[in-house]
């Protein structure tokens, strides 16, 4: 079910809206492999009439399933808006659509969680990415101390004097 508010409760006084938002609700629509949501949206919400609009503040969150861009590990990563406020007008051009008396906060509070999207995941800001182990050490593949890059072309042309 859509986030909803009724505009004939706020006739009455401001309203506060708190729980679950299902990911499937949300309708993320996301592509990126290394970013998943299966966990839902947790809204805490006080929605206030102002004349023509809505003004809409409280906290969202979101917990996201993601993989390090650089070693792909996988983590839990939380988009956490604290202070999140919103103004709808209910009249002119770019106006909230009002059908039987609700409104559907969804489309709003989508647009703010994908703006918070992690472009890149890393597990760890200073994540060094895949590492090789040294050859026949298969146990070491993991460990990042115990591990050695390889050396690239790069390193053999550092060597070059000229």
Known sequence: ????VNLRHLEKGDLSLKGDLPAKELDLDIHD???QVEKPLQYELEVQQLEQSLLLQGRLRLQLQCKCVR????????????RWTRHLSLEGEEKAPV????????PYVREDILLEFPQ????????????????????????PK????????WDDLDKLKF
């Open 146 to 153: 115990q591990t050695k890059r390889e050396s690239s072309a």
């Open 120 to 143: 890149h995941p890393l597990c760890e800001a200073d994540c060094s990415g895949l590492l090789k182990a040294h050859p026949g050490t298969r146990e070491n593949a993991g460990d």
């Open 1 to 4: 079910m859509p986030l909803l």
């Open 33 to 35: 492999e290394m970013v």
């Open 71 to 82: 070693c792909l590990k996988p983590f839990v990563d939380e988009i956490k808006l604290e």
């Open 99 to 106: 059908v039987n008396d609700f409104v559907d906060l969804t």
